[in-house]
């Protein structure tokens, strides 16, 4: 599961959950994974493959500057990140990180995407 070795790339002094944010946590960072069919385009991707997962990274916080500190980490962290040994191939930001605003809780919340190209 790619997800699962995404987190071990971040840094283990942050909240980290794989899967959707739970509710109850006001700072939290979650690893979410989508099989290679999703698109982040609007007309489609090009390059659909089981082999080319996407990982979106949202980033919950009651700091706007901590957050945004965050969604800067998580980008410099695994832009352009390969390791061939656990078997990722690339990894590439989709766009740039964003701004989502605050939630129902006044918390801000970030959100970073990535192409993953993983081994066969």
Known sequence: MV???????LPQTWPLVIGDLPSAQDVVVGIIEYDG???TEFFGATNKSLFNPIVKI????SSY???QAWAAEVRNTLHRYHNEDIGILSIL?????MYLGRNEQKLHEFQVTFNISIKE
């Not at 949202?58 to 916080?61: A, D, E, N």
């Open 3 to 9: 997800a699962e070795k995404i987190y071990d790339l």
């Open 93 to 97: 930001m989709i766009g740039t990180p």
């Open 58 to 61: 949202v980033i919950r916080h």
């Open 65 to 67: 500057p901590e957050g």
């Open 37 to 39: 069919a999703t698109s």
